[in-house]
């Protein structure tokens, strides 16, 4: 079964300033997808990115971007220029491309803190 | 207009009692799904309907019941409520199919047992 762990369960960032939040996943496939979450306090969870494991290539949107080292199994969120609408709890999913059921695995999320 | 909606936002009933949320997607998707989020924020998958048909029956107890009368809506019935029932429950969806697949969910619904 496929784990996501999450390393970091807060964070914290002055305005303005970089970030890094961490993911690591365990898997035996080599087709799937996987995405961040953001939850901020109004408890509505958001896609903020997601990424196909077959492109190399680190997608990116706007103000966040990722890092994925499939060999080592990596999937980090860099959000640049923090601002204080950031704050907000961010969960790492993975999902099977071979999974007909749309099943996703959640780490246990990581707590942004962004300081004015 | 929301993708995906789910009623009640709020519930505050007493242990014992039988209670329902409704949830409703009008995305054109055809996966739904019920996850529960407890205290620490961790979230957990309980069930997954594709097509109206029950994919996913991860390990709840039976007191909770999925309904899906079609493939826009996924509702979830509680029996007999207990303390530790109470949690927030979102709902989402998501296109299956060739493509990443990701969730859309709803604004959740804070269930708190009494």
């Known amino acids: 079964a496929q784990t996501v762990t999450q390393s970091q369960p807060e964070m914290s960032v002055q305005e303005a300033e970089t970030v890094t939040l961490s993911c690591t996943y365990d898997?035996?496939?080599?087709?799937?997808?996987l995405f961040w979450y953001k939850q901020p306090p109004s408890r509505q969870m958001i896609l903020v990115i997601r990424?196909?494991?077959?492109?190399?290539q680190n997608a990116t949107e706007n103000r966040f971007s990722v890092n994925f080292q499939k060999a080592a199994k990596s999937f980090s969120l860099k959000i640049s220029d923090s601002q204080l609408g950031d704050a907000a709890m961010y969960f790492c999913?993975?999902?099977?491309?071979?999974?007909?059921?749309?099943?996703?695995?959640f780490g246990d999320g990581t707590t942004l803190t962004v300081k004015p | 207009d929301t993708a995906v909606s789910q009623t009640p936002k709020y519930l505050v009933t007493q242990m014992g009692n039988d209670k329902s949320i409704k949830c409703e997607q009008n995305?054109?998707?055809?996966?739904m799904y019920w996850y529960k989020q407890d205290s620490k924020k961790f979230l957990k998958i309980m069930f997954s309907y594709n097509n109206k048909e029950l994919i996913i029956n991860e390990t709840v107890p039976n007191r909770f019941s999925p309904k899906s009368p079609d493939k826009a809506h996924l509702n979830l019935h509680i029996n007999s409520l207990e303390l530790g029932d109470s949690a927030v429950y979102f709902c989402?969806?998501?296109?299956?199919?060739?493509?990443?697949?990701?969730?859309?969910f709803g604004p959740g619904t804070r269930l708190t047992v009494t």
């Open positions: 989402a969806s998501s296109l299956i199919g060739g493509g990443p697949g990701e969730q859309y």
């Open positions: 995305l054109g998707h055809d996966t």
């Open positions: 990424q196909e494991a077959y492109k190399q």
């Open positions: 898997t035996s496939e080599s087709d799937y997808y």
């Open positions: 999913a993975y999902r099977s491309a071979a999974s007909n059921a749309g099943k996703s695995t």
